[in-house]
């Protein structure tokens, strides 16, 4: 069976979630390690996001006849909303002002897009990608991925 990257994207997703749910009790618990574990959370997502934009998105950009060519547009547009939401939230977390208005559009903002790639997008890519191509995002997957699940 060769490699599903459906599968390897959409965990991804969860290991990333994962990494904000930490961020968000440690900002509870023991906030003055809270920036720390932003900082993982986000580099973690900018890393999937480049991969997005470097491996995949340029493949689908060359398939106009495929129903997820259109999403690819939307896609970009929203890594721009999200990449910049990011950024101010570190921002606050650095000068001690309040950041939960803007995780919470953070939040809002990535969640309907996670949703968007995974309803509409990976599970094309499967079919779509060569075994070259799937090779090199599992690769990019793991060499980026900080926090290798156990096992
Ligand atoms: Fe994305
Ligand atoms: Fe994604």
Known sequence: MGLSVEFLLSED???????????????RLNPARALELYQKYK?????HIKCEE???????????DEPCFQEVSILRDEHQIIVPLLMEVE????????SSATERKLFEELHEHNAREEM???????RLL??????????????????????
């Open 13 to 27: 997703h969860q290991s990333i979630d994962g990494l904000y749910d930490e961020y968000l009790s440690e900002k």
């Open 43 to 47: 580099l973690s997502l900018l890393r």
């Open 54 to 64: 470097d491996l995949i998105f340029p493949v689908l950009a060359q398939l106009p």
């Open 91 to 98: 921002r606050d977390l650095k000068e001690r002002n309040d």
């Open 120 to 126: 509409r997008v990976y599970g094309p890519l499967d």
């Open 130 to 151: 060569n075994e070259g191509q799937k090779q090199a995002v599992a690769d990019a997957l793991k060499s980026q991925r900080l926090f290798p699940k156990a096992g």
